[in-house]
């Protein structure tokens, strides 16, 4: 099964990333994105550039690289022991503290970013046809429990495809041309499963899903069809607010904006997503939120977060074209 979010997808790895030969002659050092500067591997990330290229600030790399444990000295990481990143990436009991992605930077000695797509190919066109031709073959001739590019999470079959920053409509569109859809959820236990697995992958991609403001529905709905979105605990992330705002009852209507406090209803400085009740706004769900939903613009620039909707017998239904309407 093949796990998208964190990048296991080996072929598409190949297509994104630069050569990894090195040339640092310490590996204390690692070298740069595109050009042959080594610098300390304890620079990395540290919020000044010493790369020439910026690759070693890029958040690429930033939202994956481990700097140091309060129990060791700058630099190390905590594990059987203060260990320097080389060593830790070399010993097995050290792996579930560390993100693969940059132990596999450090192992090759040098920064690695994701190349750019060639001019004209886009995710709506080149890489999308080769990834749904990929789920359409793996749907109609493997019998296994999710398709290539979804795995199993819970009772979904769900594909975080954290290469892609896109608009919330652009990332529905590619969903969709992967036969499925930004992903929706039906119960609490679904939205449990997801977050766990999320946390325990260590994922720190902001996702869109399938959830906007509807000016047909006058609530915020789940596009798959159209349903309402359920508002508050245990969905939605509490935001801190910088004045006190004296708190109503529980939103529970979907159809109307949250009613006023009540007199003398005590003040408080949370507030709970989603604030905006207006077309142009969609739901995500963000590592800075704790992978709870937030309201976000849907131009914004989020990692598509999918779940399958073809039916895996349904082979009549594979040799259509997936709808591309949005």
């Not at 630069?18 to 620079?43: D, L, M, P, V």
């Not at 296994?144 to 199993?152: E, I, V």
């Not at 007199?263 to 769900?285: H, I, M, N, V």
């Amino acid at each position: 099964m093949v796990h998208v979010g964190v990048l296991s997808l080996l072929g598409l790895t190949a297509m994104f990333l630069a050569g990894t030969e090195a040339r640092c002659s310490s590996n204390s050092q690692i070298e740069c994105h595109t050009n042959t500067k080594c610098i300390a591997i304890t620079s990395v990330c540290d919020s000044g550039k010493h790369c020439n290229d910026g690759s070693d600030e890029d958040p690429y790399v930033c939202e994956t690289w481990t700097r140091s444990s309060l129990q060791c000295n700058y630099g190390q990481i905590y594990c059987s022991g203060c260990r320097s990143l080389p060593d830790a990436c070399k010993r097995s009991d050290c792996n579930p503290r560390l993100n693969p992605r940059m132990c596999e930077m450090v192992r090759a000695g040098k920064l690695n970013l994701p190349k750019k797509l060639p001019e004209g190919m886009n995710m709506t066109s080149g890489i999308v046809a080769v990834l749904t031709t990929a789920v359409n073959t793996s749907l109609k001739n493997q019998k296994r429990d999710c398709p290539m590019l979804y795995t199993r999470v819970g009772q979904l079959c769900l594909a975080l495809f954290s290469p892609a920053k896109v608009p919330w409509p652009e990332a529905r569109q590619f969903c969709r041309s992967i036969y499925g859809d930004l992903v929706k959820f039906d119960s609490v236990s679904d939205f449990g499963h997801l977050v766990l697995y999320m946390r325990n992958s260590r994922l720190t991609t902001d996702y869109w899903v399938g959830g906007r403001f509807d000016l047909d529905t006058n609530a915020w709905s789940w596009t798959v069809d159209e349903s309402v979105m359920p508002l508050g605990t245990p969905y939605w992330a509490v935001r801190h607010s910088s004045s006190c705002v004296p708190r109503p009852p529980p939103h529970t209507d979907p159809f109307s904006s949250p009613s006023a406090a009540l007199p003398d209803a005590p003040c408080f400085t949370y507030t709970q997503a989603p604030a905006k009740r207006q077309e142009g706004w969609c739901s995500a769900l963000t590592y800075e939120h704790y992978y709870y939903m937030t309201d976000q613009s849907c131009q914004e620039e989020r990692s598509p977060l999918c779940m399958l909707e073809a039916d895996d017998d349904d082979d009549d239904q594979l040799d259509e074209e997936p709808e591309g309407k949005v």
